[in-house]
């Protein structure tokens, strides 16, 4: 998966959202720009619950969608005179849902925006860094899914000691903030007990469903505090 994904803020999605959308990623590579149909039996096991009552699974898939539809994806096109132009630009060009008679979902047709958003899902394995899906689906909750979205965008950069740090959002409370999902009214005090120790404790332990070694090396985040007692990132 091309990196530039990992720089999306997603926070606003749930976690069935989030399994949803980035299985619906994998199954749309290379794709290109053709209509693909999903059925309710596969898209609540891309969603990781394939037990889910047809309402969950009607208000993941519309929830998904909306708040794709405000995701900052963002075209930026560079002219030659020095000049930019800022763009707005959607995932899907169509997402239409199907019910029958009872308001249960039929199906999901999607298509990608071509040719702005095929080129992250083309040719994963020959040119892009491919993401552990089925890791990424068994973690449980927003917040470890999305740090791991951010940890996966920068592992690649380790040291010769395979450490390394991540500065992105270092002065920037709020953008991490927005990056995870924590709420606006989230008391700053309980980020870290609430959100980061328990997140970095399923990510560095291995999972119940998988045999495999933990999602992530060991981890450890720090806090400072600025002149006026703010706390930050």
Known sequence: ???????????MLGELENNLFFSLFNRLKDKKDFIIRFNPKELKALAGDPYMPNERLRRTTINLFNNIAGANFDLIIKFADGRSE????????????????????????????????????????????????????????????????????????TDKKGTFKVYVYENNLEGFCAFMGIPK????????????????????????????????????????????????C
């Not at 990510?203 to 720090?222: A, F, G, I, R, V």
């Open 86 to 157: 800022q763009n707005k630009i959607l995932f899907f060009r169509r997402f239409a849902v199907g019910y029958d008679k009872n308001k249960n979902i039929e199906y999901l047709d999607i298509q990608v925006n071509d040719p702005y958003f095929t080129y992250l899902l083309n040719d994963l394995e020959a040119n892009f860094t491919t993401m552990q899906l089925q890791t990424f689906v068994d973690l449980s909750g927003k917040y470890t899914k999305n740090l791991f979205r951010l940890l996966e965008r920068f592992k690649n950069t």
């Open 185 to 232: 009214g989230f008391r700053k005090d309980n980020i870290g007990s609430r959100v980061l120790n328990p997140t970095i404790k399923q990510l560095t332990q291995k999972l119940p469903t998988s045999p495999h070694e933990p999602p992530t090396n060991p981890l450890k985040s720090s806090r400072t505090k600025q002149e006026r007692g703010e706390q930050k």
């Open 1 to 11: 998966m091309d990196n530039n994904i990992y720089k999306v803020n997603l926070g």
